[in-house]
């Protein structure tokens, strides 16, 4: 079964949703590889105006990485190995020649929040959630997220996010700068809050992206996104990091 749909709108636009409900559309190596495919399809396509990411259901944007796959067990090499496909897929995103828009149809933590932060702009419902909470479990962001993190929102709202790790409700995401617009389900459903962007040509969009890109992030994005991958890999080897992920592990059994 597929993990990752991509479909081209005939108003043109890119439509990616992933499709993994039963686990809350958590991210794992299937996944990562379809994610990474869908972008280069994406990429090789003429006349795409933005690209939105969301998830299936109405449960989770992304629960971020599967943990039968991000078990604790990895050395730091094994986690550098199972962790880096996705700082490949974050960068993608980050850089992709179209505007992208993550429409956070639910809570999104952990990696989710990673991934939705690779995109340029982000809708979220008003019930939903979403944290940074990989300080919980011992490490860092994995993917790179952190540091796209820091190029979003102001530099001191994203440290005290990071180091909290605590899940922020919509309205205080809202005001820290990580959502754009805060949407009704029916809203988010409807594709209303796009509207604004369908008038546009593929042209304007592309130059504007351009911009965009190029005064956000510095010439040595991916080696510091690199670098967090490193950092998160180094600590997933650490006591704090086996011990929290037990915890975590045995508190969804119970």
Not at 101 to 110: T, Y
Not at 132 to 137: K, S
Request: net charge neutral; aromatic share 10%; proline share 3%.
């Amino acid at each position: 079964m597929e993990l990752v749909n991509l479909v081209f709108n005939e108003e043109g636009y890119a439509q990616l949703t992933l499709n993994r409900t039963e686990k809350l559309n958590s991210v794992s190596k299937q996944m990562t590889e379809e994610l990474y495919k869908a972008l280069q399809k994406v990429k090789e396509t003429k006349d795409i105006k933005f690209l939105t990411l969301t998830g299936e259901g109405e449960r989770a944007f992304c629960a971020g990485g599967d943990l039968t796959e991000l078990h604790a067990d990895m050395n730091a090499e094994e986690a550098y190995r199972v962790l880096h496909p996705m700082k490949v897929v974050l960068f993608e995103l980050a850089t992709l020649p179209v505007p992208t828009i993550a429409l956070l149809n639910g809570q999104a933590r952990g990696g989710g929040c990673e991934l939705a932060t690779a995109c340029d702009f982000r809708y979220g419902v008003e019930s939903a959630s979403f944290g940074f909470v990989q300080a919980n479990l011992g490490i860092t962001p994995g993917w790179g997220g952190g540091v796209l993190l820091y190029s979003r929102i102001h530099p001191n709202a994203a440290a005290h996010w990071l180091m909290e790790a605590n899940m922020y409700p919509a309205k205080q995401a809202y005001r820290i700068g990580w959502l754009h617009k805060m949407v009704t389900v029916n809203q988010l459903k409807s594709m209303d809050m796009i509207q604004s962007f369908l008038n546009k040509t593929p042209e304007q969009m592309k130059w504007f992206k351009k911009q965009y890109t190029a005064y956000l992030f510095s010439q040595d994005l991916s080696q510091k996104m690199e670098e967090e991958v490193q950092q998160c890999s180094h600590l997933w080897e650490s006591d704090a990091h086996k011990e929290a992920v037990q915890k975590f592990m045995d508190k969804r059994k119970n």
